[in-house]
């Protein structure tokens, strides 16, 4: 699978982006998927994550009700709408792709075998 993020730009404080993510897996229904991202200097941390079906979502409490995560399994689409950004939303933005149910576990790197190669949010005040 192969997975291809964009989107990412410049952005002033308060402003918005959305970031999509084109999949090429034959049975992209069967992914579960998610954002994750990498400031400058820290680790990459779990961001939002959407289900199979595109109906259960999760985010981290850093943009929960600014950030919203969508899927379009018909176009083999995730999406990230980022509302209301802050200055600490600056970073490396990831796609990820798990084969499978990742459960209670979707919060962790390890379960997503596959990767997109990052776009980059800078936000400037």
């Known amino acids: 699978v192969q997975l291809q993020a964009s989107g990412g730009g410049l952005v002033q404080t308060g402003g918005s982006l959305r970031l999509s993510c084109a999949a090429s897996a034959r049975t992209f229904s069967n992914y579960d998927m998610a954002w994750f991202r990498q400031a400058p200097g820290k680790e990459r941390e779990f961001v939002a994550r959407?289900?199979?079906?595109?109906?259960?979502?999760y985010y981290a409490d850093s943009v929960k009700g600014r950030f919203t995560v969508a899927r379009d399994n018909g176009k083999n689409l995730v999406y990230l709408q980022m509302n209301s950004l802050k200055l600490e939303d600056t970073a490396v933005y990831y796609c990820?792709?798990?084969?499978?149910?990742?459960?209670?576990?979707?919060?962790?790197?390890?379960?997503?075998?596959?990767w997109g190669q990052g776009t980059l949010v800078t936000v400037s005040s």
């Open positions: 990820a792709a798990s084969f499978g149910i990742v459960g209670q576990r979707f919060r962790l790197e390890e379960v997503y075998q596959y």
């Open positions: 959407v289900s199979m079906n595109g109906i259960s979502t």
